[in-house]
């Protein structure tokens, strides 16, 4: 696997902030969680619906999705649709930030893909 080059610098940063200012922070802050940006991919393909979110991520509870979509929410990366009938149907979609993010996220995919591949290697190897 090719190296990659990247250096990472202290632009972002002068003197008087401290690394929980930086520029990082605030997206690492919104992205944090186990599920989040798995949510953020199923979400970018299609609006989803709760129940469909959970059926798609096995292992998360009810109450974990809530408050991880409530946040996503928060952050303005999703936008929640409430449609006044019963039962309830709430739907979520991307916002336009959202939206901007997957670019990341994709990116994200693809070294996890590479990385995959490393391990497979490194096993092979062994």
Known sequence: MA???YTPTTDNIDSSENVRTCAIAKP???IAGKWKLTILWLIS???????????LLPGISKGILTRQLRELETDGLIHREVYKEVPP???YSLTALGDSFMPILTS???WG???EQHEEDKQLES
């Open 3 to 5: 190296k990659m080059e």
């Open 28 to 30: 690492q802050n919104m």
């Open 45 to 55: 393909m299609q609006t989803r619906r709760f129940n469909e979110l959970q059926r």
């Open 89 to 91: 149907k709430v739907e």
């Open 108 to 110: 994200i995919a693809e």
């Open 113 to 115: 893909k590479r990385f």
